[in-house]
């Protein structure tokens, strides 16, 4: 090997680590930015750059680590703090005729594909609360069906009481049939017999709740103010448990020499921190 080349070398692998370190100082500032934050803002921001650093620089050090979930946590985040409130209108019966009313709703302006995946891997695992929605609202999975329901009633001064659950919702056309096979057994929601005359059915246009991961994405545009604000606090407590095991994992890859230096630093130069601080935009609830 000549000289000239061995030079080369030497710069090639000098500057590479010089990249490496700063790359390492890069990734270990992000991480203790995000350790330290209770926002979940600083939190979500700080560990996805972490993450889109690791995936750039060390793709292969951490195995088994899905980059892509922090994508997604990045784009969810986004999406729902971009959501404002938008008017619905809603007809609504008054005794003899309906007026038209509006009612506030939070579209969620997804960016991301609304598919089965996308729902299985990054939405149900932090399980959505009952969130509560403008059914009004709902058009894809919806249907003309019969809907049977057990009263188990008895009548006092016109008030319909007892059990009034849904049994079933069926094809208009095979309702009877339905009915009288359901006569006899135990209500699943009273144990009691459903006789022949405890049963009633009411036609009309009613919600089909499945698949489920495709209604979810059609009622998060539909969801009220408090639906949507259980519906943000899911997320975020699920995602900052996430973000809290990826720091984990990722600060395997910074040297205890490294981790000194910046924590050196930081100490150092309070005032970036609080800079930094003033400059992030907090997201005031509705």
Not at 93 to 98: F, G, L, M, T, W
Not at 115 to 128: D, Q
Not at 169 to 177: C, F, T
Request: hydrophobic residues 35%; glycine residues 4%; contains cysteine.
């Amino acid at each position: 090997m000549s000289e000239d080349t061995e030079k080369t070398k030497n710069l090639l692998e000098k500057a590479f680590r010089r990249k490496q370190g700063i790359t390492e100082r890069l990734l270990c500032k992000r991480l203790i930015q995000a350790t330290s934050a209770t926002d979940i803002k600083t939190i979500i921001t700080n560990t996805c750059m972490a993450a889109s650093m690791v995936e750039e620089g060390y793709p292969d050090k951490l195995e088994g680590f899905n980059f892509k979930k922090f994508r997604i946590i990045k784009q969810i985040y986004s999406d729902i703090k971009e959501t404002e409130f938008r008017r619905l209108a809603i007809r609504v019966k008054r005794y003899y005729y309906e007026e038209t009313e509006y009612a506030r709703i939070c579209p969620i302006p997804w960016s991301i594909e609304q598919t089965e995946e996308i729902f299985k891997n990054f939405i149900e695992p932090w399980k959505p609360p009952n969130y509560t929605y403008f059914e009004e609202g709902i058009k894809k999975h919806k249907a003309w069906l019969a809907k049977i329901s057990h009263i188990n009633a008895f009548h006092k001064y016109g008030i319909v009481r007892g059990c009034q659950k849904l049994l079933d919702l069926v094809d208009p056309d095979k309702a009877d049939k339905r009915m009288k096979e359901l006569i006899g057994t135990l209500c699943p929601h009273c144990d009691k017999e459903i006789k022949e005359d405890a049963i009633s059915d009411e036609t009309g246009n009613h919600l089909i709740p499945v698949p489920y991961w495709s209604f979810f994405w059609e009622v998060s545009q539909y969801l009220d103010f408090d639906g949507f604000k259980r519906f943000r606090t899911a997320f975020h407590e699920w995602a900052r448990n996430e973000c809290g095991k990826a720091i984990m994992a990722m600060g395997s890859l910074v040297s205890a020499n490294i981790y000194d230096e910046v924590i050196k630093e930081l100490k150092s130069s309070p005032d970036e921190s609080k800079e930094s601080k003033s400059k992030t935009d907090k997201w005031e609830e509705h």
